[in-house]
């Protein structure tokens, strides 16, 4: 009976040091989702986000600690941003990112508001594919860019649906581009054009700034193409650099 006692104890003990090392192997990761939007022609545009999922490359899906409410998407816009979602995830690489909304959505144009259908968010949510591996011990950042100008569809019967375009912005290798123009009061739209042909788009806002986030380190061209009768300005070889925002200051158009 000793013998079998001590054998059950060493067992036990043995078991106990196994679960202690799986658990000092298993790895944290901050993951943190932020969303941010380009200016767009309407009053606002509230979107009601009610869950951030998040699903990575062994299998798992996390639900994030989700910042829910309605936001209005142009107040997120030349560099504002906000944080959506967070939490702790045990896995280094995510691939997908869902952004699962409500039904209180609405577009306000020319001060009156309007329901905004979005069938396909509230069914199985907004899915992003990312391709994000993420680093231990530090705050990993994913940013939504998420489109109102181009996800606004305006009906044949004069109502408002949402086709949302959305874009990943990896903070930690990407770049921005901003600045504004001197001429105030006008519609303009500014595009960036990198070495490989890659455009990204946005228009100033009320106040004639812009920016253009998540481009990749590189060389771009910018072009500012106004309403007329002013023309357009270019401006070439500018350089981007990961992390980091290139201000271009006020430009005079032509």
């Given at each position: 009976?000793?013998?079998?006692?001590?054998?059950?104890?060493?067992?036990?003990?043995?078991?106990?040091?196994?679960?202690?090392?799986?658990?000092?192997?298993?790895?944290?990761?901050?993951?943190?989702?932020?969303?941010?939007?380009?200016?767009?022609?309407?009053?606002?545009?509230?979107?009601?986000?009610?869950?951030v999922e998040v699903k990575t490359s062994d299998g798992a899906t996390y639900d994030l600690e989700t910042e829910a409410q309605v936001y209005n998407l142009l107040e997120l816009s030349n560099g504002i941003t906000?944080?959506?979602?967070?939490?702790?995830?045990?896995?280094?690489?995510?691939?997908?990112?869902?952004?699962?909304?409500g039904e209180n959505n609405s577009i306000v144009v020319n001060g009156q508001t309007y329901p905004l259908s979005t069938p396909s968010a509230q069914q199985s949510g907004l899915k992003l594919l990312v391709n994000?591996?993420?680093?231990?011990?530090?705050?990993?950042?994913?940013?939504?860019?998420?489109?109102?100008?181009?996800?606004?569809?305006?009906?044949?019967?004069?109502?408002?649906?949402?086709?949302?375009?959305?874009?990943?912005?990896?903070?930690?290798?990407?770049?921005?581009?901003?600045?504004?123009?001197?001429?105030?009061?006008?519609?303009?739209?500014?595009?960036?054009?990198?070495?490989?042909?890659?455009?990204?788009?946005?228009?100033?806002?009320?106040?004639?700034?812009?920016?253009?986030?998540?481009?990749?380190?590189?060389?771009?061209?910018?072009?500012?193409?106004?309403?007329?009768?002013?023309?357009?300005?270019?401006?070439?070889?500018?350089?981007?650099?990961?992390?980091?925002?290139?201000?271009?200051?006020?430009?005079?158009?032509?």
């Open positions: 009976m000793k013998k079998l006692f001590l054998f059950v104890s060493v067992a036990t003990t043995l078991l106990f040091i196994s679960c202690n090392d799986d658990d000092s192997q298993a790895q944290s990761y901050s993951y943190n989702v932020k969303m941010t939007d380009a200016p767009a022609p309407y009053d606002a545009v509230y979107i009601d986000v009610q869950g906000v944080e959506i979602a967070s939490d702790e995830i045990q896995s280094a690489y995510v691939t997908q990112i869902r952004l699962i909304l994000q591996e993420l680093d231990a011990n530090v705050q990993n950042t994913i940013l939504i860019d998420f489109d109102a100008h181009s996800s606004i569809v305006v009906e044949g019967n004069g109502s408002y649906s949402l086709k949302p375009v959305l874009r990943e912005v990896n903070v930690q290798i990407t770049g921005s581009v901003s600045g504004s123009i001197s001429t105030t009061g006008i519609n303009a739209t500014v595009t960036a054009i990198s070495a490989t042909g890659e455009e990204f788009t946005t228009i100033v806002d009320e106040n004639s700034e812009f920016q253009l986030l998540g481009l990749a380190p590189g060389t771009y061209t910018i072009s500012i193409t106004p309403e007329a009768p002013l023309t357009s300005l270019t401006i070439q070889n500018i350089e981007v650099m990961a992390n980091t925002e290139t201000n271009l200051g006020a430009l005079i158009l032509p």
